[in-house]
């Protein structure tokens, strides 16, 4: 009986320990400084410290989410954020990697509502008949396209997505267009200044860059065949997206297009214990994550622990079920 008696102590005792915040002090690689993800860094700061003031989550410019990936793989970093396009090409050891990335595990989705975008010039559009990305190859339009930066997901997504819909770099060679590499702030420029016709990239809507060519310039949004988001979503792990009729100065209609999203990913490496802190604080406190940015309102504790890209860490598993986030 006393032996009885002790063991249910103790189990109680560890119960208890669980469901207690734990001090943790991490590293989170992110993006750039100054960037969204930088500002997501500051918010799962915050979070931690509303449960334990002495934990610290320190974060760490890098690349963007490969540069990331490259870190985790290599325990070189506690947390990364990670798009989930990413994720799937690392877990299929598919370029930039040299072989499969197999022991990241997910702490919660932060967001999924980054979708692609396709502008098009109005005149160009409206000559050619271009409704649709699907329209471009056929069309015989010289059309010169802004796609981001080698190392961005987005520009590999908007690659792939247009030589889905008939238009690849041969093609659109042939018709006298061209590919120009810049980032989402310089596109909007080039529109600006007709260096280019067309503007890709998978962010925000209304965010900074494509408001800057949807006020700058006469766009048109392209639509994307169902055939393309299916065939993407399948190689990227990304989910399809509605953009709202009326996002932008001439769009008429609801544009069916997918979406990026980001997670904050660790490794096996981590305890239970400190991915289980991590996890609580996290949904707990999820309103300190979304006070960093209005883009970051729509996030949930039910969105937290919505991907299917990545196993959850054990740790961070385990307060999800017990929160009932998670069957």
Same mark, same amino acid.
Request: aromatic share 6%.
């Given at each position: 009986?006393k032996? /009885?008696?002790?063991?249910?102590?103790?189990?109680?005792? %560890?119960s208890a320990?669980?469901?207690?915040a734990?001090?943790?002090?991490? =590293?989170?690689?992110?993006?750039?400084?100054?960037? %969204?993800?930088s500002?997501?860094g500051?918010?799962?700061?915050?979070?931690? /410290?509303v449960?334990?003031?002495t934990?610290?989550?320190?974060?760490?410019?890098?690349?963007?989410?490969?540069?990331?990936? @490259?870190l %985790?793989?290599?325990?070189?970093?506690d947390?990364?954020?990670?798009?989930?396009?990413?994720?799937a090409l #690392?877990?299929?050891g598919?370029?930039?990697?040299?072989a499969?990335?197999?022991?990241?595990?997910? $702490?919660?989705?932060?967001?999924?509502?980054?979708?692609?975008h396709?502008?098009?010039?109005?005149?160009m559009?409206e000559?050619?008949? $271009?409704?649709?990305?699907?329209? $471009?190859?056929?069309s015989?339009?010289s059309v010169?396209?802004?796609i981001?930066?080698?190392?961005?997901?987005?520009?590999?997504? #908007?690659?792939?997505?247009l030589?889905q819909a008939?238009l690849?770099?041969a093609t659109l060679?042939a018709?006298?267009?061209?590919?120009?590499?810049?980032?989402?702030?310089?596109?909007?420029?080039?529109?600006?200044?007709?260096?280019?016709d067309?503007?890709?990239?998978?962010?925000f809507?209304?965010h900074?860059?494509?408001?800057?060519?949807?006020?700058n310039?006469?766009?048109? %949004?392209?639509?994307i065949?169902?055939?393309?988001?299916?065939? =993407?979503?399948e190689?990227?792990?990304?989910?399809?997206?509605?953009?709202?009729?009326?996002?932008?100065s001439?769009?008429?209609?609801?544009v069916n297009?997918?979406?990026? @999203? #980001?997670?904050?990913?660790?490794?096996?490496?981590?305890?239970?214990?400190?991915?289980?802190s991590?996890?609580?604080?996290?949904?707990?406190n999820v309103?300190?994550?979304?006070?960093?940015?209005?883009?970051m309102?729509?996030l949930?504790?039910e969105l937290?622990?919505?991907?299917t890209?990545?196993?959850?860490h054990? @740790?961070?598993?385990?307060?999800?079920?017990?929160?009932?986030?998670?069957?």
């Amino acid at each position: 009986m006393k032996l /009885k008696t002790l063991g249910f102590a103790v189990g109680m005792m %560890l119960s208890a320990t669980a469901g207690q915040a734990q001090s943790v002090d991490l =590293t989170l690689s992110g993006g750039n400084p100054g960037g %969204l993800w930088s500002l997501l860094g500051a918010g799962l700061d915050r979070a931690v /410290k509303v449960d334990d003031d002495t934990s610290v989550i320190t974060y760490q410019a890098t690349g963007g989410g490969f540069a990331n990936i @490259g870190l %985790l793989a290599a325990n070189s970093t506690d947390l990364g954020l990670v798009h989930d396009a990413e994720i799937a090409l #690392a877990l299929a050891g598919q370029e930039p990697f040299s072989a499969p990335v197999t022991n990241m595990m997910a $702490i919660g989705y932060m967001y999924n509502w980054a979708p692609m975008h396709f502008f098009l010039d109005s005149d160009m559009a409206e000559e050619y008949g $271009i409704t649709s990305i699907a329209d $471009i190859a056929a069309s015989g339009a010289s059309v010169t396209i802004g796609i981001n930066r080698s190392g961005n997901i987005t520009g590999d997504v #908007a690659l792939f997505m247009l030589a889905q819909a008939g238009l690849d770099e041969a093609t659109l060679e042939a018709n006298g267009g061209s590919f120009v590499r810049a980032g989402a702030n310089e596109q909007g420029d080039l529109m600006q200044d007709g260096r280019i016709d067309m503007a890709t990239n998978g962010i925000f809507i209304g965010h900074s860059s494509f408001r800057a060519i949807d006020e700058n310039t006469d766009v048109v %949004l392209l639509d994307i065949p169902a055939d393309v988001i299916a065939a =993407t979503n399948e190689a990227f792990g990304t989910s399809s997206y509605v953009i709202p009729a009326g996002s932008y100065s001439n769009q008429g209609a609801d544009v069916n297009t997918m979406a990026l @999203g #980001a997670m904050l990913v660790t490794t096996d490496a981590m305890s239970d214990e400190v991915a289980a802190s991590l996890a609580r604080s996290l949904y707990t406190n999820v309103d300190e994550v979304r006070a960093v940015h209005g883009a970051m309102a729509q996030l949930t504790p039910e969105l937290l622990v919505s991907q299917t890209v990545l196993p959850f860490h054990p @740790g961070a598993e385990a307060v999800y079920r017990e929160a009932g986030l998670l069957e």
